[in-house]
């Protein structure tokens, strides 16, 4: 497999504290991979790092060969990674569909396009409706995004992290709030949006019988570091990962 990401001996301080400290990671195409780890392990900081948010302090980042590691953001997402958001990042009072079509206008190099104005481009509208179709909201395009249900907002915002159609796409916590049932279906879709948008998604969560039933390939992060990564039956036998989640036993049972 080629790594479409490669990320080598990052570190991220913050003042004193170090947020990441000296990981490396490569994420090949077409592997699904979840990073796991406790609260503060810094999953999120490495989000920010190998998305632009954040520059790192030493290392280098590369994508698909090319060194990324001072590129911006909004070039990152063109070069084709993208990413959403811990925290709910969509626009409550646009429609859903105008929700959509931010990142699909954007992509076509017409970035702040009036609002009201954004509904008359057909081309624009036919793709993102074909989006809210893939994400199963379809009926929902007129509503303002603030008016659906959690559920479908995380929806909306996984719609919103696939627009500019990544070939690597970061999902932090993208069934954070959600029942069991709507977290399995959560990432059900996920990974059917990997197979037929040929998107590499690589995924923070919690829910252990989720990381563990979907992904083909686990990181663990403690502490700013990568204590072990490898497929999930490896994982799941890893002594030192069962120190980490020392007290949360059953998640690994
Ligand atoms: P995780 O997503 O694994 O829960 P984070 O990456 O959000 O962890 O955070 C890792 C550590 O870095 C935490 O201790 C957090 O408080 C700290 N941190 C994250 N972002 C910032 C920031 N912008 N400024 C200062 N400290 C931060
Ligand atoms: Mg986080």
Redesign the pocket.
Known sequence: MTDLLRIEDATKR?GD?V?INGVSLALPAGRLTAII?P????????INLATGAFVPDRGEMYFKGDEITHLPVHQRVRKGLSRSF?VMNIFAHLSVLQNILVPVLAMRGRAGFPFHEMTRETEAVTEARRILREIRLPDAENLPAGTLSHGDQRLLELGIAIAPAPELCFLDEPSSGLTPVERTMVMELIRRLSTERRTTFVI?EHDMDVVFALADWIVV?NRGQVLIEGPPAEIRENHAVREVYLGEEELLA
């Open positions: 913050f504290f947020a780890g609260n503060g392990a810094g999953k999120t900081t490495l811990q923070v992060m």
